[in-house]
C-alpha cells in the first residue's frame, strides 16, 4: 500500500500541475489560488500530524509535504514565483556567468522553496513525526539534482516542454550525453534510498517507521527515475527537436 500511494499521489499531483500550467494564462489566477488553499492547509496538516505516530500521521505528513512541494512548482511554473529576470538572454561562453544568470532567473523560486523549507522545519520541531518535513526536503533536493544535471547537459530535455512564459530559459539547457554531475546525483539518490529502505525493513522498525521509510524511499526512486529519464536517448515526437551545446 504504501508504494501503491507514493506512486499514484507523485503522479497524480505532478499531472495536475502540467494539465493547469498548460491552461490558457487567464486561467492561472484562479488555479493558483486554488492550489494555495490547498497549500496552507497542508501546512495545517503538518502541524495537525505533528504528534502522530500512527499509520494515519505518516500517510498525512507524507500527503501535506508533497502537496506544499506541488505548490512551490506550480507557482514556477506558472510565472508567479520564478526570478527577477524574465526576458531573454544572450548566450554567453562562461559557465559561471550562465549559472549565475540561471540563479537570477529563478531567484525567487528558490527563496520561496527556502522559505517553505523553514516553515515546514519550524513546524516539525522536535516532534514525534517529522514526515511532512522530510518529504518536502527530499523533493526539493531531488528538484535541485534534476535542475543541476539539465544545466550542465541532458540529452532529453527540451525547452518545448516550459510554459510559453518560461522558454527563455531554454538558453541555459545544453545538450550532452553526460555530465560529471550525473552519477554523483544517481549515486546519492541510490544510497538514500537504500539507507530509508533498510530503515523501513529493520527487524525492530515499528509501523509508523516501516510505512514512513518506505513511502520516502519509494518517492527516492521516483526522483531517481526522472534524473536518469535525462539521460535516456529522446524518444517520440515530442523530443524530435533537441536544443544542441553551444557550450
Known sequence: MPLLYALVLWWVSTAIIILLYRLPQRTYRLSFAALTAVG???????????????MLGAYLGFTCGTLL??????????GFVTGPRQEPLVWHPSSFVRFGQAVHASLHHELAALAGAVVVAALSWDAANQTGWWTYLLLWLMHLAAKINIFLGARNFHAGLLPDH???????FRYRPMNLFFPLSVTAAVVVATLLARWALHPDATDFEAVVGTLLSFLTLLGLLEIWLLMTPPVGAMWGERRVDVG
Do not use: E
Open 40 to 54: 496552507l492547509a497542508s501546512l495545517y496538516g503538518v502541524w495537525l500530524a505533528r504528534d502522530d505516530t500512527g
Open 166 to 172: 518560461l522558454r527563455h530559459l531554454g538558453i541555459f
Open 69 to 78: 512541494w506541488g505548490w512551490q512548482l506550480a507557482g514556477f511554473y506558472m
